[in-house]
T-cell receptor, first 110, second 114 residues
Framework: EDQVTQSPEALRLQEGESSSLNCSYTVSGLRGLFWYRQDPGKGPEFLFTLYSAGEEKEKERLKATLTKKESFLHITAPKPEDSATYLC???????????FGKGTRLSVIA | DAGVIQSPRHEVTEMGQEVTLRCKPI?????LFWYRQTMMRGLELLIYFNNNVPIDDSGMPEDRFSAKMPNASFSTLKIQPSEPRDSAVYFC????????????FGPGTRLTVL
């Protein structure tokens, strides 16, 4: 069964304390790995798509990386406004929908 | 662009009542997706359309759920009759190239069935 697992479920950081969120996947052929940010009461907002192992993408304080088994979302010197739930989703072979993880709730404390 | 528009934003109803959720996708997007999000199960795809035609409805939980897309700018998700276990946040998303492409989500409808 195709699965996407995110860890930790929740993460609390001090402002400026860098860390990483993990997204591990067991899918039958990865076509793409998506990262989304979701603020309370809002829909997920697209951040990145990664397609192949070794690929990296950056946006402000966020950097996403991909290996053959997992993806990491690195947050450098986070600020309180980075607090949100971060979701990853895998696009697999065939005409199948995205498989979403349950997300990591990030809280950045000033 | 206004983004994906959903209405209502909040819906409270009683068990057994009919509920209709509405979505207007981003103009020019040929694909429309309906998702349900709960704490227990996360984000689940219910159904998606391409050019107004339902492509995959395997995620629709029961016959009580139905979705339509009468034209390129409007879709509805209907639950009849509603049950307390249907309480969740329902999202609509749209994209240009379907499953390969970035999906843009609406703000969601929080449904509470008493």
């Amino acid at each position: 069964e195709d699965q996407v697992t995110q860890s930790p479920e929740a993460l609390r950081l001090q402002e400026g304390e860098s860390s990483s969120l993990n997204c591990s996947y067991t899918v039958s052929g990865l076509r793409g790995l998506f990262w989304y940010r979701q603020d309370p009461g809002k829909g997920p907002e697209f951040l990145f798509t990664l397609y192949s192992a070794g690929e990296e993408k950056e946006k402000e304080r966020l950097k996403a990386t991909l290996t053959k088994k997992e993806s990491f979302l690195h947050i450098t010197a986070p600020k309180p406004e980075d607090s949100a739930t971060y979701l990853c989703a895998a696009r697999i072979l065939g005409n199948t929908p995205l498989v979403f993880g349950k997300g990591t709730r990030l809280s950045v404390i000033a | 662009d206004a983004g994906v528009i959903q209405s209502p934003r909040h819906e409270v109803t009683e068990m057994g009542q009919e509920v209709t959720l509405r979505c207007k996708p981003i103009s020019g997007h040929d694909y429309l997706f309906w998702y349900r999000q709960t704490m227990m199960r996360g984000l689940e795809l219910l159904i998606y359309f391409n050019n107004n035609v339902p492509i995959d409805d395997s995620g629709m939980p029961e016959d009580r759920f139905s979705a339509k897309m009468p034209n390129a700018s409007f879709s509805t998700l209907k639950i009849q009759p509603s049950e307390p276990r249907d309480s969740a946040v329902y999202f609509c998303a749209s994209s240009t190239l379907g499953l390969e492409d970035t999906q843009y989500f609406g703000p969601g409808t929080r449904l509470t069935v008493l």
